[in-house]
T-cell receptor, first 115, second 115 residues
């Protein structure tokens, strides 16, 4: 079945460091790919998404490119801030038919940024 | 626009007791999801509704879990009887339900502790 594998955490970085969180997926067909973020004490919220190969999703300085050839969707940010400390989830949504598809999540990566 | 509402936020029960969670999705959203998020893991889909019909309940432990979405709006998730391993955050999400790239919006979740 469809699945998502993401980088084990926790990840601790200093402020202004470069961030990469790896994510790979297994899916039949051509899924949509997402990064969700969960800030402390808050619910899950969509960070960015890409719906087809070579698409780049971006938001709040974060970017991820849908790489079909490597089945990857790695999250990157050039300069992290303390406010980026959160848990990040990679997710996919399989090909939809008559209704919205279920969303399958990875296990999450906890990111902590030191001032 | 009001988000996905869930109640209660926290619940502590003894094993073998029953518990119910409530979810009010975003107005007009046809698709409603219930996810279980065990500490340190990614959310796992329990059940997905399209309007008031079940699309996917393959990972719902049907001997103890039940869910309904009467009139295609609000939904309740029930556990009876609860086990220690049911301790988790129960997340409700909704989406427009049109196509695979539609964003899902999550509620704050209900944190269940079974003692």
């Amino acid at each position: 079945g469809d699945s998502v594998t993401q980088m084990e955490g926790p990840v601790t970085l200093s402020e202004e460091a470069f961030l990469t969180i790896n994510c790979t997926y297994t899916a039949t067909g051509y899924p949509s790919l997402f990064w969700y973020v969960q800030y402390p004490g808050e619910g899950l919220q969509l960070l960015l998404k890409a719906t087809k190969a070579d698409d780049k999703g971006s938001n709040k300085g974060f970017e991820a490119t849908y790489r079909k050839e490597t089945t990857s969707f790695h999250l990157e940010k050039g300069s992290v801030q303390v406010s980026d400390s959160a848990v990040y989830f990679c997710a996919l949504s399989g090909p939809g038919y008559s209704s919205a598809s279920k969303i399958i999540f990875g296990s999450g990566t906890r990111l902590s940024i030191r001032p | 626009e009001a988000g996905v509402a869930q109640s209660p936020r926290y619940k502590i029960i003894e094993k073998r007791q029953s518990v119910a969670f409530w979810c009010n999705p975003i107005s007009g959203h046809a698709t409603l999801y219930w996810y279980q998020q065990i500490l340190g893991q990614g959310p796992k889909l329990l059940i997905q509704f399209q309007n008031n019909g079940v699309v996917d309940d393959s990972q719902l432990p049907k001997d103890r879990f039940s869910a309904e979405r009467l009139k295609g709006v609000d939904s309740t998730l029930k556990i009876q009887p609860a086990k220690l391993e049911d301790s988790a955050v129960y997340l409700c999400a909704s989406s427009l339900g049109k196509g695979m790239s539609t964003e899902a919006f999550f509620g704050q979740g209900t944190r269940l502790t079974v003692v």
